[in-house]
């Protein structure tokens, strides 16, 4: 008799346990799910100073203030010729580091090739390839490239000036820079279309 009892008490709290795991599985999803895309300004903040910041009123000099300047660096196209970020300031720029070995940089570059076809009258689209010369070297990643048919700008960082003066030492990392040469966001890790665009339409 009393097991009679115990057994509807025991199957309510088997429900309230299955759809309370159920539940904490779909928030805990989402938050992991979600992609990253944080300005640089707040980045660079502890929590603290940022809540305090946003709370304030700066004047435009302050504004100005925290900006930061994209550092320039010294790549080379296909042809071996250096570049410099510096060369392209003066329009928008879509910064992405990446590998051909990179699971989730292959995942993200549809949606960049996508955006490269659409805009890039009107945003730089520099690829930066992690050219280390033995897990990556100019041909693997140029043969990817071609494999996959894209045709926006790869870069090769064959002296690793790029990664070290960016501090991108996980891939994809992607950095949107707007016509001044600030840096405005970035994002760690693989991005979805619409986070992309996020990016985009903060520096045009």
């Known amino acids: ?18 759809g309370g795991a159920y539940l904490l599985y779909r928030a805990l999803g989402k938050e992991i799910e979600a992609p990253r895309l944080a300005t640089r300004e707040a980045a660079s903040q502890e929590p603290e100073e940022a809540t305090k910041e ?12 925290a900006k930061l300047s994209a550092p320039d660096f010294t790549v080379y ?6 570049v410099q970020l510096s060369d392209y300031i003066g329009k928008p720029v879509v910064l992405n580091f990446w590998a051909s070995w990179c699971g989730p940089c292959q995942t993200e570059m549809p949606d960049f090739h996508d955006k490269y ?3 890039g009258e009107e945003i730089h689209f520099l690829m930066i ?56 966001a970035q994002a760690t890790g693989a ?3 619409d986070t992309l665009q996020r990016g985009i339409d903060m520096i045009r």
């Not at 008490?9 to 346990?17: F, H, K, Q």
């Open 129 to 184: 390839n992690m050219t280390d010369g033995s897990r990556e070297t100019v041909d693997t990643a140029a043969g990817f490239i071609e494999e996959q048919g894209y045709t926006f700008p790869v870069l090769y960082d064959k002296d690793s000036d790029a990664a070290m003066t960016y501090g991108a030492y996980s891939l994809p990392t992607t950095f949107f820079i707007d016509a001044e040469g600030y840096v405005i």
């Open 1 to 18: 008799m009393k097991n009679k009892k115990m057994l509807p008490i025991i199957l309510s709290a088997l429900v309230l346990l299955i």
């Open 191 to 193: 991005i979805d279309a």
């Open 77 to 82: 196209d296909a042809d071996g010729n250096q």
């Open 54 to 65: 946003s709370s304030e009123e700066g004047s435009e000099t302050e504004t100005e203030a």
């Open 117 to 119: 076809l659409e805009m």
